[in-house]
């Protein structure tokens, strides 16, 4: 199959399965959130965000590692896959008894400690997902599959065993279930494709692998301190319906980071087969585009109408949301700006800068949080961290301009300005108008793709070259 063609069928591919596993958590969250309340909501979400931190040490990059391997050679599949799968293993089973513990001495209630030990499954679902591997070889087809199969079976769940706020510990069991029983399923399917798996150990390989994962490792570690304090903070220092408003908007925050999700697991094994300077440059410029012309329509779309947005999605005990929605879009234009250079650079072996620039804004971000939260609540909480997230950006934007010699800063802004100023025009006819916001958003989408396309920042020709892969 020819590159071109390959990209846009696994562009195409994950960009459906992310669309329709989005779509079902969308709705399967909405669910949820109306069933369980601010309350019940924001403990199911502490408890989610807790075994997070935990999951990093499972993780620490290997899938990273193993899509950057495989991608440069297959022969190496089963290789990584048995060891990499042995490692993880063993960090399950050890960050388990270490989450086990913890959970027994925190100071929160009963129910949430129970549904901290069952998010412990996550653990070893993770431990023995293989996604990576078909990541590697551009097969999205199978990791779209198994995102829609999970999607799905947390939504029937919910349906079925979730309709009472006190139904928490059952929604936690659906989910976990469901994540567990697709990585046997993937896992499954890699065995009939490649043979059994078995545990192996290689000094030298080990040691290859723990070098090039733990700064990764430890840079996703801060990541999750970025996206997870608030939410843990919210529940240790503030009454639990504040954790519930948070959780609410950072669900459809999440959303706008949907085109990052695709563009980055379809071009990720491309950009790291990047050799030359002008590859990189090349790539680079493709990346950017997509992430911030798609990314710049979704992120004003739900600023402007994130009342609009938190009504339909999670009703009217959420309608505090709507204003801390309206900073984590601020914050989301900032997170695609970010990942457009923090994603080729791990790609292409900067682990370590990234990993620093990291730490800062995360420092920042705790910082802000323990001093905003007592004020602010999940106000002050969404603006700390839009304070980590812009120093990530002032570095970030240095250290790839030492690597890579050219930063899109005006390319940012040019789309900014566009997205904005049209997004904020179809706002105004429906403020003063009364013209239903469905309408005006999508007046808004075509005046964006007539300045981009007929004033040729991006050529009808162009989007064919920017899913060939640079020779």
């Known amino acids: 199959m020819k590159t071109h063609h390959r990209i846009l069928k696994n562009l195409l591919s994950l960009s459906a399965a992310e669309a329709v596993r989005k ?13 369980l309340n601010p309350v019940g909501f924001g403990d199911f979400t502490w408890a989610m965000t807790f075994v997070m931190y935990f999951l990093l040490f499972v993780d620490m990059g290997f899938n990273i590692i193993g899509i950057r391997e495989i991608a440069r050679d297959h022969s190496i ?16 089973i050890f960050s388990f008894l270490i989450m086990l513990l913890i959970a027994f001495v925190i100071d929160r209630p009963l129910d949430v400690k129970i549904m901290v030990i069952i998010s412990g499954i996550n653990l070893f679902a993770n431990a023995l997902l293989v996604d990576w591997v078909f990541q590697g070889i551009e097969k999205m087809e199978v990791i779209a599959l198994r995102q829609i199969i999970v999607g799905v079976m947390n939504l029937i769940g919910v349906i079925v065993f979730v309709n ?10 659906v989910f976990m279930l469901s994540l567990l029983l697709n990585s046997f399923w993937l896992l499954g399917y890699y065995i009939k494709t490649y043979g059994m798996v078995k545990f192996s150990y290689n000094k030298e390989l080990w040691k290859k692998l723990f070098e090039a994962a733990i700064p990764m490792g430890v840079s996703n ?3 999750v301190v970025i996206t997870g304090t608030s939410i843990i903070l919210l529940g240790l220092m503030t009454n639990k319906g504040e954790t519930g408003l948070f959780a609410a908007a950072h669900k459809i925050f999440m959303i706008s980071l949907l085109p990052i999700t695709i563009i980055q697991g379809t071009m990720f094994p491309i950009i790291s087969r990047a050799k030359t300077l002008e590859d990189k440059q090349t790539l680079l410029n493709k990346y950017t585009t997509f992430v911030y012309f798609i990314g710049g329509i979704i992120c004003f779309s739900i600023l402007a109408y994130s009342n609009e947005v938190i009504f339909i999605v999670f009703g009217p005990m959420y ?3 709507s204003v801390i929605l309206q900073v984590l879009m601020i914050n989301s234009l900032l997170i695609h700006f970010n990942n457009s250079y923090s994603t080729p650079l791990i790609a292409w072996n900067h682990e370590k ?6 730490i800062v804004g995360a420092a920042i971000n705790v910082a802000m949080n323990l001093y905003l939260i007592p004020i602010y609540g999940a106000y002050g909480s969404a603006w700390a961290n839009f304070a ?38 179809g706002w105004l006819l429906y403020y003063y108008l009364d013209i239903h916001f469905l309408v005006t958003v ?18 009808v020709k162009e989007l064919r070259n920017y899913l060939i892969k640079t020779n």
């Not at 599949?77 to 399950?92: D, E, G, L, Q």
């Not at 800068?353 to 990291?358: C, R």
């Open 442 to 459: 999508i007046i808004s989408i075509v005046i964006i793709i007539s300045i981009v396309f007929g004033g040729g920042i991006i050529r």
């Open 221 to 223: 570690l801060f990541i």
């Open 23 to 35: 779509g079902v958590a969308f709705f399967t969250y909405a669910i949820l959130a109306r069933v």
């Open 319 to 321: 309608d505090s949301s």
């Open 164 to 173: 009472s706020p006190d139904d928490k510990i059952a929604a936690m069991l």
């Open 388 to 425: 980590g997230e812009i120093s990530i950006t002032l570095f970030l934007s240095y250290i790839a301009y030492k690597k890579i010699k050219k930063v899109y800063v005006f390319n940012y802004i040019r789309f900014i300005l566009i997205c904005g100023f049209a997004i904020f025009g």
């Open 353 to 358: 800068e990234v990993l620093k620039v990291t």
């Open 77 to 92: 599949i089963k290789k990584y896959v048995n060891h990499i799968i042995t490692i993880r293993t063993i960090i399950s």
